[in-house]
T-cell receptor
């Protein structure tokens, strides 16, 4: 089983839709969870950062972590064409490590 | 907004040659990282660096690779004797207060080994 799994998509939605992006993981030691957005030919850009379980909201973005199910989600409300990008989940086990484990990334296209 | 700067954006090198990829992290950041992304694959951790020494490295980061902070602003990744399979996007990242926080990534250097 892969350590972090993410459906690569592509996912195509109309503008204004609610988007749900998900990752599953196998390592129960993961405690720090991140979502990055990556535009073509650019580096990953940090969107959300959560520790342990629960929800975190930032504007149109909500991150959810369910450690019991080893499942994390990113919701995007009122999606915009500018949200079209690849979304990467990333996680790590400890505050003492710099090693992030990334998912494959999900390509999202928001159509006007 | 502060950013991590990487140069060059694209480097083509012949197999067996040495390359140096350069990064200027955000000025008040103390923790530095290199990641790479082979085309169509996941972003992979290579190495983390703090207080002028390697904190952690992956199994990918073998004797072929080295990192250095030659002055107060630059952070470099050297690949000796490049191989075809080293072709990838190499991302530098930095963080301010430790490994617990999210990292700021640069735009990457695309390395093509021919």
């Amino acid at each position: 089983q892969k350590e972090v799994e993410q459906d690569p998509g592509p996912l195509s939605v109309p503008e204004g839709a609610i988007v749900s992006l998900n990752c599953t993981y196998s390592n129960s030691a993961f405690q720090y969870f991140m979502w990055y957005r990556q535009y073509s030919r650019k580096g990953p850009e940090l969107l959300m950062y959560t520790y342990s379980s629960g929800n975190k909201e930032d504007g149109r973005f909500t991150a959810q972590v369910d450690k019991s199910s080893k499942y994390i989600s990113l919701f995007i409300r009122d999606s915009q064409p500018s949200d079209s990008a690849t979304y990467l989940c990333a996680m790590k086990s400890s505050s003492n490590t710099g090693k992030l484990i990334f998912g494959q990334g999900t390509t999202l296209q928001v159509k006007p | 907004e502060p950013e991590v700067t990487q140069t060059p954006s694209h480097q083509v090198t012949q197999m067996g040659q040495e390359v140096i990829l350069r990064c200027v992290p955000i000025s008040n950041h103390l923790y530095f990282y290199w990641y790479r992304q082979i085309l169509g694959q996941k972003v992979e951790f290579l190495v983390s660096f703090y207080n002028n020494e390697i904190s952690e490295k992956s199994e990918i980061f073998d004797d072929q690779f080295s990192v250095e902070r030659p002055d107060g602003s630059n952070f470099t990744l050297k690949i000796r004797s490049t191989k075809l399979e080293d072709s990838a996007m190499y991302f530098c990242a930095s963080s301010e207060s430790g490994f617990a926080y999210g990292y700021t990534f640069g735009s990457g250097t695309r390395l093509t080994v021919v």
